[in-house]
């Protein structure tokens, strides 16, 4: 889960489009490196993004948001094509890692054991293991006006709709006051 929480995250940091009412534009140029780091997990190696490696996330991105609007759709069978185009520029393949003081876990590694591939490859596969599974149905674009965030549906009942509390509340409010305009 935490690559598909990485993968929303890359989305929803580096693409353009609309963000809780409002339009917004994905960081770039100086901007970007600072974006990618403060969208990905936190990890002690890792002091800075370069900017190489910000500019392939923000591609990564820009694929990974194709799969989430043709999941959100219905079109399974377009997110997986765009999965795999991932998961072939990518060269992903899973790794047996220990990380100090933990068991062995899988990893997925891209065809160079580098930031931006790296990660580009476990999100690919994060969203492959998705698509592959009853979690395809769970993968979402923000239902709210003016808002095409992306969401991974964690709730019990597959019910979720919105890409943040503050979107759901947005909506609910607005709800409300048109409820009573109509009542007056």
Not at 25 to 34: F, I, K, N, R, W
Not at 54 to 65: S, V
Not at 126 to 145: E, Q, Y
Request: charged share 20%; with cysteine; proline share 5%.
């Amino acid at each position: 889960m935490a690559l598909l929480n990485a993968s929303v995250s890359l989305v929803n940091a580096l693409t353009d489009g609309a963000r809780q009412g409002r339009p917004y534009t994905a960081p770039q140029g100086d901007e970007l490196p600072a974006a990618v780091h403060d969208a990905l997990p936190p990890t002690p190696a890792r002091t800075k993004v370069e900017p190489h490696h910000a500019t392939y996330l923000a591609h990564t991105a820009q694929q990974m948001r194709s799969v989430f609007d043709a999941a959100d759709s219905g079109r399974t069978d377009k997110a997986a094509e765009f999965v795999n185009a991932l998961l072939r520029t990518t060269g992903a393949r899973p790794q047996l890692d220990q990380v100090e003081g933990e068991p062995w876990q899988v990893h997925f590694h891209g065809s160079e054991d580098t930031l931006s591939v790296g990660w580009s490859a476990g999100c690919a596969t994060a969203l492959a293991l998705a698509i592959g599974s009853n979690l395809a149905g769970r993968l979402g674009v923000c239902t709210a006006p003016q808002c095409d965030r992306v969401y991974v549906d964690n709730s019990r009942n597959a019910v979720r709709h919105f890409c943040s509390d503050a979107c759901r509340s947005r909506v609910k409010a607005a709800a409300f006051r048109a409820r009573k305009a109509a009542e007056s």
